[in-house]
């Protein structure tokens, strides 16, 4: 280990709840992982090194959501060695696809899959990292998008904002020329309240985005909701188009509340 | 350094490294005999087959897919090979040949971080890849190339890397054009002669003596390496139809443990993965993949499951070779995907995933809604095995310093390239020494 490597900014990778597809975004940055790593020191993540070293670390990312009472202490100590906290994915900003079990009843669902319930333990919520620790930025997707997870990490070094729009997948269909799937071919679309990051991918796949970015900066949901019965939706359709990887995001939980309630 | 005798010791790995998810290893010695070995999982239960439950059937390969980062395309595949079992949705062969170059472009990408990144700093003595660069750069840096051109492929037919949009129930949503596809012609020209070399230099690495008489299970089909299609074998005496398989194999939950663990009904554990399907497909293998590994003195069958970095470097070049000779023969689908129609009904599917057989089942009513989810991830059927491996053979290493003992098992755990995230929809090390 050479002298210079007290002085690199020290990043540490924690993992929760999750696939382990956001940080596996770090490992498929395969151009930048090499110059990544001689910029910076890896100092704790598992996924990549036995290789553990204790905190505090300049820039924590954080992906996973909170679901069991040891996570809930553990993401405590992991704020208080990070310096900048950043959580990747929609589990670390939304509580994830397991926020299914939010609306529902937990101690059954252990049941369903477990056949010794009493072995397991768990929460009856699964939420995002900001309602249990303070976050200094949130970097939206199921999974993120590695060259924002790239520009979050160089703007963190440099201390300046993050360039990531807030602004819906529309925008993005527009500038890759998509036609717009909704008007045209009257497929359901989640484009217009879901915040940008991925590309249009969906869209420019033949089908509908299906909000995995989350809600965009104030969504109006509720036109949405409008124009999808128009195009022959019914409201169970909706609600769960809304209930989704983004379910516990309060935008997409209210309207899929509200589409219960009609 | 070594505190043997005839006390006992605990071992214990906190967190073990370099697996994908979450877990530890417990083990227990009386003087060099061991006395416990637990694979402990505490990645947290994220109730999958649970919430599945009143979603559409349209949805289960988008919403299964978000069980493992490192594997969506084998979520995708079991889920829609499963729907499209229980609606009779028959599909187009230019179709099944792109799902085909779909899984192969996931094997790449998996099968080169697994051996490049996860397993090779094991045998070359490094914490970890990054470590390991400033020494064996051109190897990090041949494995990085490899695993973007899995990538690639994985991207182009299904939209990105990690959670691909396009597959669907019937086939996908939109499919490649010809130019599109034989634009990875030159890459994945490089890549079969690149997974070739790979192959050579991890075989001339230093691999413990140890064999375990292990009943391998894997798809297996008459005329093809098996990734989507073929009956459930194994190699002792096991040969049934993907729709018994829940009468052959049951899920046991351990204490310990978040995920359940899978055995054969009536005789205990068996392996799935790479050294099962090496060793019951071999003769599947195209030519170039068979002589790799008569090069490589890869026996088959082979009982070793260190060696299991050899044969997974055998199968990128079975992948590779695959999908070059996929692509070249390509003629885009006359229509992406096949009609469904909705009514109710039960389906089944194995396919194999990157790290072994992966299990689907689903009851759908006549709305197209799921009533029942059953999700068999490969690294729930290893468990036991790789617990059994453990008792084997942390006997023949006790005797060595602590550390070194630890390294050791952690290897052999990590021979099984472990994904915890799949397990629990499954690890931490702990060797008890006194």
Redesign the interface.
């Known amino acids: 280990m050479s002298s210079n490597n007290g002085t690199k900014p020290r990043i540490g990778v924690f993992?929760?709840?999750?696939?382990?597809?956001?940080?596996?975004?770090l490992?498929?940055a395969?151009?930048e992982?090499?110059g990544v790593?001689g910029a910076v020191e890896?100092a704790y993540?598992?996924?990549?090194?036995?290789?553990?070293s204790k905190g505090p670390y300049d820039i924590g990312l954080v992906e996973g959501s909170i679901?069991?009472h040891?996570?809930a202490e553990r993401i405590q100590k992991v704020r208080r060695q990070c310096h900048v906290l950043v959580t990747i994915g929609a589990c670390a900003t939304a509580g994830?696809?397991?926020a299914?079990?939010n609306s529902?009843d937990?101690d059954?669902?252990?049941r369903?899959?477990?056949?010794?319930p009493q072995?397991?333990s768990?929460l009856k919520l699964s939420t995002p990292i900001a309602e249990h620790v303070p976050v200094d930025f949130e970097l939206r997707g199921?999974?993120i998008n590695k060259n924002q997870l790239v520009e979050l990490i160089s703007a963190t070094l440099a201390g300046r904002k993050p360039a990531v729009p807030t602004y819906s997948v529309c925008i993005e269909c527009k500038r890759r020329g998509n036609v717009c799937l909704p008007v045209a071919e009257g497929v359901a679309c989640l484009g217009p309240v879901t915040q940008a990051g991925?590309g249009a991918?969906?869209p420019?796949?033949?089908?509908g985005c299906?909000g995995?970015y989350g809600p965009m900066e104030t969504p109006n949901t509720q036109a949405l909701t409008n124009q999808l019965r128009v195009l022959g939706q019914d409201d169970q359709?909706i609600a769960?188009a809304f209930r989704?990887?983004n379910a516990w995001s309060w935008q997409f939980r209210k309207a899929s509340e509200e589409c219960e309630r009609t | 350094m070594s505190d043997t005798g005839h006390k006992s010791r605990t071992i214990k790995v906190d967190c073990l490294a370099r697996v994908e998810g979450e877990g530890a290893l417990f083990i227990q010695l009386k003087g060099d005999k061991v006395t416990d070995v637990k694979l402990k999982i505490f990645e947290p239960p994220r109730l999958f087959e649970a919430f599945l439950r009143g979603r559409h059937f349209s949805e289960a390969p988008d919403i299964t897919a978000r069980i493992c980062g490192i594997c969506p395309v084998a979520y995708q595949m079991s889920a829609v090979h499963a729907m499209e079992r229980a609606l009779g949705v028959v599909i187009d062969p230019a179709v099944k040949l792109l799902r085909r170059l779909f899984y192969c472009g996931e094997w790449i990408e998996s099968h080169a971080l697994h051996v490049f990144l996860l397993h090779a700093p094991d045998f070359l003595g490094y914490p970890d890849a990054i470590q390991m660069a400033r020494d064996h750069r051109e190897l990090v840096e041949t494995g990085l190339r490899l695993k973007k051109i899995g990538n690639r492929i994985v991207s182009l037919i299904g939209g990105r890397e990690i959670h691909p949009v396009s597959a669907c129930v019937g086939g996908f949503y939109k499919v490649p054009s010809e130019p599109e596809l034989r634009a990875l012609n030159e890459d994945l020209k490089w890549a079969v002669e690149a997974s070739i070399k790979t192959a050579r230099v991890v075989a001339g690495f230093d691999f413990p003596d140890f064999e375990q008489d292990y009943e391998f299970v894997s798809l297996c089909h008459p005329a093809e390496y098996p990734l989507n299609e073929g009956r459930l074998v194994s190699n002792k005496g096991l040969d049934i139809d993907v729709a018994e398989y829940e009468d052959h194999f049951v899920e046991q939950h351990a204490k310990h443990s978040n995920a359940l663990q899978s055995m054969l009904r009536g005789r205990g554990s068996y392996l799935v993965g790479p050294l099962a399907r090496y060793n019951l497909n071999f003769a599947r293998l195209p030519e170039i993949a068979q002589q790799v590994a008569r090069d490589c003195r890869l026996a088959v069958p082979c009982r070793n499951p260190f060696r299991s970095i050899v044969v997974r470097s055998v199968e990128m070049v079975f992948a590779c070779t695959e999908a070059l000779g996929i692509i070249q023969a390509y003629t885009q689908p006359a229509s992406p995907r096949a009609p469904v129609a909705v009514h109710s009904g039960v389906g089944f599917a194995a396919t194999e995933a990157p790290r072994g057989t992966l299990y689907h089942r689903y009851s759908i009513d006549d709305r197209g809604l799921i009533r029942f989810a059953k999700i068999v991830p490969p690294t729930s059927q290893n468990q036991k095995r790789i617990e059994e491996d453990l008792w084997h053979f942390v006997s023949q290493v006790a005797s060595r310093p602590t550390d070194e003992v630890t390294w050791k098992c952690e290897q052999a755990v990590r021979n099984y390239d472990p994904c915890i995230s799949c397990a629990t929809h499954f690890l931490r090390l702990q060797i008890e020494r006194e």
């Open positions: 993992k929760f709840a999750s696939c382990d597809g956001c940080q596996l975004s490992l498929d395969e151009d992982l090499l790593a890896i993540f598992p996924e990549a090194s036995r290789t553990m679901t069991t040891h996570d994830g696809i397991q299914l079990r529902q937990v059954e669902f252990v369903v899959v477990y056949a010794t072995f397991i768990t199921c999974p991925c991918i969906c420019s796949f033949r089908r299906y995995c359709q769960r989704a990887f």
